[in-house]
């Protein structure tokens, strides 16, 4: 079974420009999470989808905004982009109980 | 009451040794303790996850330690190898089901290098 994909893997952008960010879950899967992973902050929460519902929200600005579509496939955006956006960005998925399986990451960098 | 503390920050041991990481939480409400690794450029992979009706899992050379009462967890890296290194998270989670989601709350992670 094919694991969880993201797209793209690297993206530079500048400061106030908007990026969307792409995850594919594992067939079958029907929750996405989505992870800010920073040398300062560590692993932190941005919020899950399931079912094509924002389940849960972690305490990141509105700002950061995703959505997912009837196939499981999930987006992330982040509008008017600060330096401090720079960070791996992780989607994980799920069966929406137990074990998450995370994707290799989206690096962004913001100059 | 989220947060999950890990210690220490990082590890260094023999090959052959024995790794430990230590976790503890505050929020009785978790009930699902997983321990990711990580390598530089990939993302976390499930090492091995226990529930709190359990006081010791054992996958392989990997056992977690779970102590409900001190809301302490740990993970024990026998024989440790060379190819062990690396970051490894501890994580909490609350309320498994469906209707309440898969939110992990990530300890800040231990950097472990096993040298040869």
């Known amino acids: 079974k094919a694991g969880v994909t993201q797209t793209p893997r690297y993206l530079i952008k500048t400061r106030g420009q908007q990026v969307t960010l792409s995850c594919s879950p594992i067939s079958g899967h029907r929750s996405v999470s989505w992870y800010q992973q920073t040398p300062g902050q560590g692993l932190q929460f941005l919020f899950e989808y399931f079912s094509e519902t924002q389940r849960n929200k972690g305490n990141f600005p509105g700002r950061f905004s995703g959505r997912q579509f009837s196939n499981s496939r999930s987006e992330m955006n982040v509008s008017t982009l600060e330096l401090g956006d720079s960070a791996l960005y992780l989607c994980?998925?799920?069966?929406?109980?137990?074990?998450?399986?995370f994707g290799p990451g989206t690096r962004l960098t913001v100059l | 009451q989220q947060q999950v503390k890990q210690s220490p920050q990082s590890l260094i041991v023999q090959k052959g040794g024995i790794s430990i990481i230590n976790c503890a939480y505050e929020?009785?409400?978790?009930?699902?303790f997983p321990w990711y690794q990580q390598f530089p450029g990939k993302g976390p992979a499930l090492l091995i996850a226990?529930?709190?009706?359990?006081s010791e899992k054992k996958e392989g050379r990997f056992t977690i330690s779970f102590n409900k009462s001190a809301k302490q967890f740990s993970l024990h890296i026998m024989d440790s190898q060379p190819g062990d290194s690396a970051t490894y998270f501890c994580a909490a989670s609350e309320g498994m089901g469906e209707t309440s989601g898969s939110r992990l709350t990530f300890g800040e992670g231990t950097q472990l290098t096993v040298n040869p």
């Open positions: 994980a998925s799920s069966l929406g109980v137990g074990t998450q399986y």
């Open positions: 226990i529930r709190p009706d359990v």
């Open positions: 929020n009785t409400a978790f009930d699902y």
